[in-house]
Every structure is written in structure tokens, then in C-alpha cells.
């Protein structure tokens, strides 16, 4: 079986010095993949190389069985794949909600009455049909990263490829995100510092640090801590 | 009577604020300001709306202030060496009526909707496509970027910063507005990535706008009926 | 006070404003592409937020009007800018008016646009942070008064009448164009030392 | 001893709802109260009360022996207090990191060679005097949390109120954030969701739930905990 995706000995420069090196990575159909490690560690630079926003000093980049190096190579396989931002307000840049979520579907060939519809269809898959006509710039946090989500899975990828997607999600909303999540039956990455998150989705996990991938495993065990806690006075 | 479909909505507001502006005698003016009025109270804006009159007044204040030195005519009253006229003084009456009466109307039609929904209606009425794109991402990222720069005040406010008249304050606030551009620069290249990601090839959505009803061309009608009837009595 | 409201300037003005406007509108639309878009809105919402800060001149205050670092860094695009800028006005603000807006746009970008076309090359070339400074304050100031003038043109030409409150409304200028020239300068003097491409007009 | 600073059943509300209900605390010298609490509870509420960026509808705050109400009364407070934003991109403005932390001294009257002469003390105070020429908007995470103490420290406060000062640091700027705040010999009220670093600075804690504290105390005892983890293969 061809990876949907895979990096070979990538190494990515910020001026002169590293930022990934040596990294080599597979995602396979429905693997779950989760990449954790420090701040500044080169997560998102990965992620951006796998799109092609960064573009490697060295290595190489197969996205669904194609060498890319040009931006039109992978311009061809982006709609493939989704890449939900860390800060939804850089993802969400329409007036209105349903605008933003048939902007993918409008820009690979649909009409706007098909892209409405489609756009109407996610968000209800998604539990937010609700929000259609809201102006995203007043939604909550939550509610920016589902319509974020919903923005990618209009598309109908195969890969996600998810930067911290829990971050300043309130709690129902974390539930409706985390449902679609485990119900997308692609393939995707995960870079997230929510562990418990990472536990209950991810089928695989890697460390990275330095810009630096090791392999890693998840598995629950039973630890004995000693770490000081916070009571109320009786 | 104010149409509930932007176009329309958008239309009206600019053929009704030029008639006004055209109007040449008090009679029909002080005709128009009161129609205006009504209009406003019955779009019912909330205190804040009425607050914005106060940014017009200012101007009228000022016309009224001096038109009647200014235009000769009849003497009305005499300040040392200025006199004010009788003409002067219904000349910038006209303006005051006129000025208020064209504010009132953008409060009425326009002072409740969201501003960013606009999009839609400006797109439909045909104006050139990116100059509505432009229009819709400056308002999507001013919420933004106003928060932005209300933090960073806050957070001068608390080093003990106090606003003067001196090369301090300048250069602080300099600094903090060429911070704002530099965010603003990133936040502009990540929205240009996100817009690439998800396939953009020129096409950027402004939602289908459904017909306006008969009871939109109804208001339409009668509103910019009301402005010929103004125009027409202020030409006779 | 640059934005003058509807219903006070004659009709062959607000026509003559009205042609300009669109010329100079219908320039940087040829000029931009997709991507100079958002840099231009995004950069556009910024200059209005800060033009909503309000500076302290003695006993007063004054609203900045950035059009001079408008024109430096937009280039033709400060039309667009001021244009928006001046929609949102009217419409969160109620400021200004719709009749105007030609005028408006005209009066407040023009000067800026030219003095971004004049000094904007110097100001990006040299190395010398004084020669900077000076040139930016200059582009600061000038355009200020620059709308000033065209200000006090549009009520002259409008009727023999507006006369006093042009000549109040140009006084009004002269404070508005110290502390532009001094932020103008210190903004320009950020840009060139955190991020000097900013400077320069993505066309 | 008067207090330095002291909140009286204190009422703040956003809209109708009251963000902070009948709050009462006492700070003295020396203290090192850390207030505790879920997200949304009021924390950063309470400290913007403390400088009077929020304004109470009903009850007393205190500083330094007096009473604030007015801007005028909080202005002449402030220079004793230093505030650190959760956000460390709210609080630095200026194009380099001395010019930063000589802002706060300038407000308060020191002539320019003045103020970086005590921005470049700080600095190297804090071990990071390498940074006095940076641009502050390229700084890492860990760097920016610094500069934006060091530019507090600068203004020689009696207090310091920190919002989630661990936020983003990476371990070796974490270090020096922790040596720098257990050597600081002013009051401070720390708030912060870091456990082990509450535990470490802190010499009283505070719970708040709902806009309302409450009493607690910190203690140290063993647990047995069973959560996923993520481990390098072997």
C-alpha cells in the first residue's frame, strides 16, 4: 500500500540553522498519528512542510504517492489533505459561517448553491447547523475551531493534519470536536499538548525535540506521584 | 417601511441622503429632518446610535457658529466689528437641517445592521470584487486588532504610562502602532496560507442573496417616493 | 475634522470629488492581486485602530490620521484603505457621510499617495535612521496638511460663505500635523528596524 | 502593618452577571499568595481589580494604604505594582528589549540613560543581558515571559502580580523565571494553573470558584494516578 504521506531525511532551515533534521515520517490509511514534544520543538514547522509552506533545504516530501517540491505539486494534492491552524482566526476569514465553510468547496470546482449545501451538510454532521448564519468574528472560541474543522471536512479530505486542535475549546464544544475527530475515518496527524486527548485518539505516537522525530509508545500505567495539592480548609 | 433587503436598503440610504443634500430652501429641509426623524425612531436604535449624532452636531455647531457672520444680508445682531445676517442665519439653519437629516437617515437604514453582512449586498449590487473582499476581511480583522491594541494600552496603563504632550508619549505610541502593523503583516501571511491550503483560486465566497419581497420594493417605493416629493417641492 | 459630513458641499464638488475617488480607486485595483488583498485589508483595520487612538495636545486631544504611512506602505492601495476606512466610519460611527465619501477619500489619500510615491524610495533606501526620521515626519506632516488644504478647497469652492470655517478647521490642522509628523516618524522608525519590507508596497 | 494591598467585598461584573462576588483578600509584605482556580473563575479579573483596569460596582480596594476609586488614585498606585499578562504579546510594544523595560522607568521620571541603565541591571539580573538588543518580536516564548518580568522588575515594584507566569516557557527560561521570582523580596500574587511551581513560590493559597474565595492550604502527599503516557522506545 502506498503512504498517503511521508517525509525522507527532511531537514528545514530558519535562516542558518535547523529547525527539522533528518526527519522521516509514513502515514499510512487511517493511521492516527500523534507528534508531541516541547515548545519550539519544530512541531508546526512539520506539519507546514507536509503542506508545503515550509519547503526543505534537503529530503524528501511524497504526498499520495508523488514526489512534491513545486507549488504546483503540491497545490494539486492540498485538497487532499486539512491542516487546522493553531489560531482559528487565521483560518477563518469569511463574513459569515457558511461562507467560510463552502470557500474550500467553491475553490475546487463546486458552484455556490453546491458549496452552500455542502457547507450546510458538515456543519450539521458536525452538531452546528446552528451557526450557519452566525458572523464568525462573534463566535467563542469553541465554536471558531468547529466551524474551523467543519471549513476542512467540507473538503473532504483524506488527512488532517490537526495543531492543537483542543486549544481554548470549552467543554461541550470539546465533545462535538472530539466525536467528529474519532469518527473521521481518514487518516490524520495530531500535535497537541492534551494528553489525555492524544491517549484516546492516537494509534501511534512520536517524539520530536530539537527538530527531531524518535519513535515513542502510549500506554496507561499506574504511577505513584508525589506532587502538592490544593485543598479548601474544612 | 425600511426594507429589510440590504440592497435595497443600500440604495435607499444613498439616494435618500443625496436628495437631501440637494434641498435649496428651509421649508422643504425642516420637511425632510422631520421625516428623517421619524424614520430613525422607528428603526428604534438604542442609545448608543443616538450618541454618533453628537460626531455631526460638532460640524453644525460650527456652521451655525459662523454662517451668519459670514453671509451678508440683513443685520440680526452686531459683535464689534461682525454682524450677523438674517439670511446667514437661515442659510445655516438649511445646512444644520440638512446635515442632520442625511445622518439620521444612515442611522435609520444602516445604523442597526452588522456591518460585515454588507458584504453580500455590495457584491450583488455589482461593485468591483476585491474592493468588496477588502472591505469584508478589514472588518472580519478590526474586532481583532482593536482588542489587540486595547490590551497593549492596558498593559502601558499598568506600567504606569499616562498619555501627554511630550516625545514619550509620541514615541510609545509609535511603537505601539508599529507593533500592531508588524502582527498585523504575520496575521495577513497566515491568512494568505490558510486561504492557499484550502485550494484559492480567485473565488471567494459572498452568499446568494434571496429576492427582495414585494413588501421591501414596497418601502423602497415609498421612501424614495418621499425624497422625489422633497426634491420636487424644494424645485417649485 | 477631515471627514465632512453630507448635505453641506455643492454638488459640483462632491461630483468632481466623486470622479477622483473612483479614478484613484479604479488605479490600485489594477495594481493589486489576491494575495496584496489581505495584506491591504488587514493592514487597513490596523491603521483604523489606530486612528481611533486619541493623542493629547495641551488642554485637547487629536485622532491620528496615518494617511502619510498609509501612502509609504500601500502605495496607490492607500485609496482602498481610506475608502474602507471612511465606509467604517460612517457606518460604526456615524462620522462622515455617503454623498462624500469621493470627497473624503480624495482629500485624506491623495496627499498621502503622493508623498508615499515621493519620499517612500528615500525613506526604504537609506541607512541613515535621522534622514529616516526627518523625511517620515515630513510625509507625516505634509499629508495632514495636505488634507487640510483640500479640506478648506472643497468648503471654499462648495460656497464664498465656508470661508471662516475653513480657516477655523485648517488652525485645527496645525497640532494635528506636529503629532503626526513625531508618529509617523516613530512608527516608520520601528518598521525600518523590526520589519523593513513592511515599508514597502506589495504591488 | 497596613496592608499592601487589600480588596473589601469586592463586586465586579461583566454585563449583569457578576464576574467576582464578594471577594475579600489581604496581601502583606512578604506574602505570596497564590490564587487557584478553574478557567473562567475570575482569576485574571481579580489582579486587573488590584490595578484598577476593572472597576468594582460595590466594596473597597486598598493600596498602599489608600483608598482607590479613580483613575488618578490607581495611576499614582501602579508604579508600586508590577503586572504580568497571561499573554507576554499584550505587554511588549516596543522595537527592542532594552527600550522595553526602560519604558516602565521613563513613566515614572528617570531621564533615558537612567532608565537603560537600569533596564540593562535587570537584565542582567535576570541572566539575560544577551537580549538587551534583540528584537522583541522574534523572542522565543521562554524569552519574551523574561523580558516582560524584567521590564516590571525595572520599576523596583513592591508587589507582583502574576497572571500564569509559567505560560510557554521552555525548561532553561523557566529556571531563571523561577530563580528570579523566589529572589524577589517584594509581595506577590501568583496565579497559575502549575501546580508544582504554586507549591514551590507560594506561602498561602486561595481558591476561587465562581467569582467567590475561599481558604486552602497546600500540602504534599503521595497519590496513585493512572493516565496515559508517552515514552521513547527503547
Known amino acids: 500500500m502506498i503512504p498517503l504521506l511521508s517525509l525522507t531525511d527532511v531537514r528545514v532551515c530558519r535562516g542558518e540553522s535547523p529547525v527539522l533534521d533528518a526527519v522521516s515520517l509514513t502515514l499510512r490509511s487511517r493511521d492516527r498519528l500523534a507528534i508531541v514534544g516541547p515548545n519550539g520543538a519544530g512541531k508546526t514547522t512539520l506539519l507546514r512542510t507536509l503542506v508545503g509552506l515550509e519547503r526543505p533545504a534537503s529530503g524528501r516530501v511524497r504526498l499520495f504517492g508523488q514526489d512534491c517540491t513545486t507549488e504546483a505539486e503540491f497545490r494539486a494534492a492540498r485538497p487532499r489533505i486539512g491542516f487546522l491552524f493553531q489560531d482559528s482566526d487565521d483560518q477563518l476569514f469569511c463574513p459569515t459561517v457558511l461562507e467560510d465553510v463552502a470557500f474550500g468547496p467553491l475553490n475546487t470546482g463546486c458552484t455556490l448553491p453546491e458549496a452552500e449545501a455542502r457547507g450546510r451538510e458538515t456543519l450539521a454532521a458536525l452538531g452546528i447547523a446552528h451557526l450557519a448564519e452566525r458572523v464568525t468574528h462573534r463566535l467563542s472560541g469553541g465554536e471558531k475551531r468547529l466551524v474551523c474543522l467543519a471549513g476542512l471536512l467540507a473538503m473532504r479530505p483524506e488527512v488532517l493534519l490537526l495543531d492543537e486542535p483542543t486549544n481554548g475549546v470549552d467543554a461541550a464544544n470539546g465533545a462535538r470536536l472530539r466525536a467528529a475527530l474519532a469518527g473521521f475515518d481518514g487518516a490524520m496527524i495530531l500535535v497537541s499538548h492534551d494528553e489525555g486527548f492524544v491517549a484516546e485518539l492516537a494509534t501511534r505516537a512520536l517524539l520530536i525535540a530539537d527538530g527531531r522525530l524518535t519513535e515513542a509508545e502510549i500506554h496507561t500505567h499506574p504511577h505513584l506521584h508525589a506532587h502538592p495539592h490544593l485543598h479548601p480548609h474544612p | 417601511m425600511i426594507p429589510a433587503d440590504l440592497r435595497l436598503r443600500l440604495v435607499a440610504a444613498v439616494l435618500l441622503v443625496l436628495a437631501a443634500s440637494q434641498l435649496a430652501h428651509l421649508g422643504p429641509a425642516m420637511a425632510a429632518l422631520a421625516l428623517a426623524l421619524l424614520l430613525a425612531l422607528a428603526a428604534r436604535p438604542d442609545r448608543a446610535l443616538w450618541r454618533r449624532l453628537r460626531h455631526v452636531e460638532g460640524f453644525v455647531a460650527l456652521l451655525l457658529l459662523t454662517l451668519p457672520f459670514a453671509v451678508p444680508g440683513a443685520p440680526l445682531l452686531t459683535l464689534g466689528p461682525l454682524s450677523a445676517s438674517l439670511e446667514g442665519l437661515s442659510r445655516a439653519a438649511l445646512l444644520a437641517a440638512k446635515v442632520t437629516t442625511a445622518a439620521l437617515v444612515l442611522l435609520a437604514l444602516l445604523g442597526t445592521v452588522e456591518p460585515i453582512r454588507l458584504g453580500a449586498a455590495l457584491h450583488a449590487l455589482r461593485l468591483p470584487e476585491p474592493l468588496v473582499r477588502l472591505f469584508v476581511l478589514t472588518l472580519r480583522y478590526l474586532g481583532l486588532i482593536g482588542d489587540e491594541a486595547r490590551r497593549l494600552r492596558e498593559a502601558m496603563r499598568a506600567r504606569a504610562f499616562r498619555a501627554r504632550t511630550d516625545r514619550h508619549t509620541w514615541r510609545s505610541f509609535g511603537n505601539l502602532i508599529g507593533m500592531l502593523l508588524v502582527r498585523a503583516l504575520d496575521r495577513a501571511r497566515r491568512v494568505e496560507e490558510a486561504m492557499r491550503l484550502r485550494g484559492f483560486s480567485g473565488r471567494f465566497p459572498h452568499a446568494a442573496l434571496a429576492a427582495p419581497t414585494a413588501r421591501d420594493w414596497t418601502g423602497f417605493a415609498l421612501l424614495t417616493g418621499l425624497a422625489a416629493a422633497a426634491l420636487l417641492l424644494d424645485r417649485l | ?203
Open chain 3, 1 to 203: 475634522m477631515a471627514h465632512i459630513p453630507d448635505g453641506i458641499l455643492a454638488a459640483p464638488v462632491l461630483i468632481g470629488g466623486a470622479v477622483l475617488a473612483a479614478g484613484g480607486v479604479a488605479l490600485a485595483l489594477r495594481q493589486i492581486d489576491d494575495r496584496a488583498i489581505i495584506r491591504t485589508a488587514i493592514l487597513s483595520a490596523t491603521f483604523f485602530a489606530g486612528s481611533l487612538i486619541s493623542v493629547p495636545v495641551g488642554p485637547s486631544s487629536v485622532h491620528l490620521l496615518l494617511a502619510g504611512l498609509m501612502g509609504v506602505m500601500l502605495g496607490s492601495g492607500a485609496f482602498l484603505s481610506v475608502l474602507v476606512g471612511l465606509v467604517l466610519q460612517a457606518l460604526l460611527f456615524g462620522f462622515g457621510g455617503l454623498t462624500t465619501l469621493g470627497v473624503n477619500t480624495v482629500n485624506i489619500a491623495l496627499p498621502g499617495v503622493l508623498l508615499g510615491l515621493a519620499l517612500g524610495p528615500t525613506i526604504r533606501r537609506t541607512t541613515r535612521p535621522g534622514l529616516r526620521a526627518g523625511l517620515a515626519a515630513l510625509v507625516g506632516a505634509l499629508s495632514v496638511l495636505g488634507t487640510g488644504g483640500l479640506v478648506a478647497a472643497c468648503l471654499a469652492l462648495s460656497s464664498p460663505a465656508y470661508a471662516p470655517v475653513a480657516s477655523v478647521l485648517l488652525a485645527t490642522y496645525l497640532p494635528l500635523a506636529l503629532v503626526e509628523a513625531a508618529i509617523t516618524a516613530a512608527v516608520v522608525g520601528f518598521l525600518a528596524r523590526v520589519e523593513p519590507d513592511a515599508l514597502r508596497p506589495a504591488a
